[in-house]
Protein backbone atom coordinates (compact mmCIF):
# COMPACT_ATOMS: atom_id res chain seq x y z
CA UNK A 1 0.00 0.00 0.00
CA UNK A 2 1.01 3.73 -0.66
CA UNK A 3 2.04 5.74 2.22
CA UNK A 4 -0.40 8.33 3.63
CA UNK A 5 0.21 11.59 0.95
CA UNK A 6 -0.10 15.08 3.17
CA UNK A 7 -2.03 17.44 1.35
CA UNK A 8 -1.26 21.08 1.72
CA UNK A 9 -2.94 24.01 0.49
CA UNK A 10 -1.64 25.30 -2.54
CA UNK A 11 -0.18 28.72 -1.64
CA UNK A 12 -2.30 31.80 -2.86
CA UNK A 13 -1.60 33.85 -5.66
CA UNK A 14 1.03 36.69 -4.76
CA UNK A 15 -0.56 40.10 -3.78
CA UNK A 16 -0.84 42.85 -6.73
CA UNK A 17 1.32 45.42 -6.34
CA UNK A 18 -0.34 48.91 -5.17
CA UNK A 19 0.21 51.57 -7.52
CA UNK A 20 -1.72 53.36 -10.26
CA UNK A 21 -2.33 51.33 -13.38
CA UNK A 22 -0.21 53.25 -16.41
CA UNK A 23 -2.06 55.27 -18.05
CA UNK A 24 -1.33 56.70 -21.71
CA UNK A 25 -0.29 60.06 -22.51
CA UNK A 26 -3.72 61.42 -23.68
CA UNK A 27 -3.77 62.09 -27.44
CA UNK A 28 -4.47 65.24 -28.76
CA UNK A 29 -7.76 66.08 -29.45
CA UNK A 30 -8.53 66.16 -33.47
CA UNK A 31 -11.85 68.11 -34.20
CA UNK A 32 -13.99 65.76 -36.90
CA UNK A 33 -14.04 66.22 -40.21
CA UNK A 34 -15.92 68.81 -41.19
CA UNK A 35 -19.70 67.40 -43.17
CA UNK A 36 -20.10 67.57 -46.71
CA UNK A 37 -22.73 70.01 -47.42
CA UNK A 38 -25.98 68.79 -49.16
CA UNK A 39 -27.19 68.87 -52.73
CA UNK A 40 -30.38 69.48 -54.36
CA UNK A 41 -31.16 67.12 -56.89
CA UNK A 42 -32.95 69.41 -59.50
CA UNK A 43 -35.61 68.02 -61.74
CA UNK A 44 -35.92 70.55 -65.31
CA UNK A 45 -38.93 71.11 -67.00
CA UNK A 46 -39.74 70.54 -70.78
CA UNK A 47 -42.53 70.37 -73.21
CA UNK A 48 -42.80 66.80 -74.08
CA UNK A 49 -43.07 64.29 -70.89
CA UNK A 50 -46.40 64.19 -69.41
CA UNK A 51 -47.34 64.74 -65.93
CA UNK A 52 -47.56 60.89 -65.50
CA UNK A 53 -44.18 60.03 -66.38
CA UNK A 54 -43.25 62.65 -63.56
CA UNK A 55 -45.22 60.61 -61.52
CA UNK A 56 -44.27 57.52 -62.61
CA UNK A 57 -40.53 58.79 -62.38
CA UNK A 58 -40.34 60.10 -59.12
CA UNK A 59 -41.78 57.10 -57.56
CA UNK A 60 -39.58 54.95 -59.21
CA UNK A 61 -36.44 56.28 -58.29
CA UNK A 62 -37.29 58.36 -55.07
CA UNK A 63 -39.81 56.57 -53.95
CA UNK A 64 -41.86 59.58 -53.63
CA UNK A 65 -45.63 59.26 -52.88
CA UNK A 66 -47.95 59.65 -55.95
CA UNK A 67 -49.28 62.71 -54.04
CA UNK A 68 -45.82 64.32 -53.54
CA UNK A 69 -44.60 63.73 -57.36
CA UNK A 70 -47.74 65.14 -58.67
CA UNK A 71 -47.24 68.21 -56.38
CA UNK A 72 -43.38 68.57 -58.18
CA UNK A 73 -44.83 67.51 -61.65
CA UNK A 74 -46.72 71.02 -61.35
CA UNK A 75 -44.12 72.78 -59.97
CA UNK A 76 -41.96 71.81 -62.68
CA UNK A 77 -44.75 72.68 -65.02
CA UNK A 78 -45.40 76.19 -63.95
CA UNK A 79 -41.59 77.62 -62.82
CA UNK A 80 -39.26 75.11 -64.98
CA UNK A 81 -37.49 73.20 -61.73
CA UNK A 82 -38.32 71.38 -58.56
CA UNK A 83 -36.17 69.91 -56.04
CA UNK A 84 -37.00 66.04 -56.10
CA UNK A 85 -34.15 65.62 -53.37
CA UNK A 86 -31.41 66.79 -50.69
CA UNK A 87 -28.91 64.06 -50.56
CA UNK A 88 -25.12 63.72 -49.90
CA UNK A 89 -22.85 64.70 -53.23
CA UNK A 90 -22.43 61.05 -54.53
CA UNK A 91 -26.53 59.86 -53.74
CA UNK A 92 -27.04 63.27 -55.75
CA UNK A 93 -25.11 62.13 -58.77
CA UNK A 94 -26.09 58.87 -58.88
CA UNK A 95 -29.70 60.14 -58.51
CA UNK A 96 -29.73 62.36 -61.84
CA UNK A 97 -28.12 59.94 -63.70
CA UNK A 98 -30.68 57.60 -62.81
CA UNK A 99 -33.21 60.72 -64.14
CA UNK A 100 -31.19 61.02 -67.34
CA UNK A 101 -31.10 56.93 -68.04
CA UNK A 102 -35.00 57.02 -66.89
CA UNK A 103 -36.00 56.53 -70.57
CA UNK A 104 -38.68 58.29 -72.91
CA UNK A 105 -42.33 58.91 -72.42
CA UNK A 106 -43.93 56.12 -74.31
CA UNK A 107 -47.12 58.54 -74.15
CA UNK A 108 -45.94 60.83 -76.30
CA UNK A 109 -44.61 59.56 -80.06
CA UNK A 110 -41.89 62.50 -80.11
CA UNK A 111 -40.86 61.95 -76.94
CA UNK A 112 -37.14 60.30 -77.40
CA UNK A 113 -35.30 61.13 -74.43
CA UNK A 114 -35.59 61.26 -70.08
CA UNK A 115 -35.76 64.43 -68.87
CA UNK A 116 -32.90 66.46 -67.51
CA UNK A 117 -31.61 67.14 -63.97
CA UNK A 118 -28.76 69.03 -62.51
CA UNK A 119 -27.18 68.58 -58.67
CA UNK A 120 -26.81 72.09 -56.72
CA UNK A 121 -24.54 72.29 -53.34
CA UNK A 122 -27.54 73.22 -50.94
CA UNK A 123 -25.03 75.78 -49.21
Not at 2 to 16: D, S
Request: glycine fraction near 2%; include cysteine; aromatic fraction near 4%.
Amino acid sequence: MFPPVEIRNAPAAPPRPRVAPHKPAALPQKAPPPLEPPWHVILLDDDVHTHEYVIEMLAAIFGHSAQLALKMAREVHASGRVIVATVHKELAELRQQQIEDYGPDKRVPECKTSMRAIIECAE
